[in-house]
């Protein structure tokens, strides 16, 4: 038997530590002395004591590790609560995952962000023939699936054009997006069903030329945003997106494309 200083320098435990799983009953001394309380402790023990260092490493709390000690469970029992906390632990991985890809893109955002107020210039666009849907989508990379209607709509012909998107609502939306999707074309062509001919107005915008993924456009945007309002401009009409590359199939985190963003301004009064 060992007194409980002895124990706990064998096992490299705190004397606080061990007398908090005694009160917890995770772990009882084999005997307590009546006449002077000092608590003593049986080698045998050993073995209870690793199944609670491990769990506890683990990250099982006390409560689940008293569950997980008791003679009465089952090995299937113990199984499912292993189980359930690789579950848990593999959750929790992936959502500091996602914390630290947030975290590399706001640096990158922050390196890149006096390069790409640069980049920021004041143009003037003609106006463009364009054959487009516009319709009410779930959420902006949704708008893809509206280029191939176009595209059945005028019998392919013109697919060769430049494809652009423009959105209409003048705020950012989560879903019922109002989004118009098409593609430029040199002169007028015949088309059908809900597919509109028409020329865009031509129109002063701020232009950025943005070389990465779709899902990183947020980062472009707000940055374009910040230069309009520097510069004592104002939003003139709905912005617009014009993709100079981009491959099939489509992906939101493929860094090779080529959006230019096109932001209608005017001059503030």
Not at 57 to 78: N, P, R, V
Not at 118 to 124: L, N
């Amino acid at each position: 038997m060992f007194k409980i200083g002895e124990f706990s320098a064998l096992t490299r435990i705190s004397i606080k530590t061990l007398r908090y799983y005694d009160e917890t009953g995770l772990l009882r001394p084999a005997h307590v002395d009546s006449a002077t309380g000092y608590r003593y402790y049986s080698a045998q023990q050993l073995p209870r004591l690793h199944r609670i260092l491990a769990l506890k490493d683990l990250g099982f709390s006390l409560d689940q590790i008293g569950m997980a000690l008791q003679s009465t469970i089952t090995l299937q029992e113990l199984r499912g609560m292993v189980t359930l906390r690789r579950t848990e632990q593999e959750n929790h991985v992936r959502e500091e995952q996602e914390r630290l890809a947030r975290l590399e893109t706001l640096i990158k955002f922050m390196e890149q962000e006096s390069k790409m107020s640069a980049d920021i210039v004041i143009k003037e666009v003609g106006p463009e023939w364009i054959v487009s849907v516009r319709e009410t989508i779930a959420n902006y990379p949704s708008v893809g699936a509206l280029y191939p209607e176009v595209i059945n709509q005028t019998g392919g012909t013109c697919a060769a054009g430049m494809p652009v998107a423009i959105w209409h609502d003048m705020e950012h939306k989560e879903k019922d997006v109002d989004a118009e999707a098409g593609f430029f074309i040199k002169e007028a062509l015949p088309s059908h069903g809900t597919a509109r001919m028409y020329q865009l107005d031509g129109a002063t915008v701020a232009s950025y030329m943005h070389h990465g993924a779709f899902n990183r456009l947020d980062e472009a945007y707000q940055n374009v945003m910040r230069w309009v309002e520097a510069n004592h401009y104002r939003v003139a009409g709905p912005f617009r997106e014009l993709y100079h590359y981009c491959t099939q199939p489509v992906r939101q985190d493929d860094d090779s494309y080529v959006t230019e963003i096109q932001v209608p301004v005017a001059k503030t009064a």
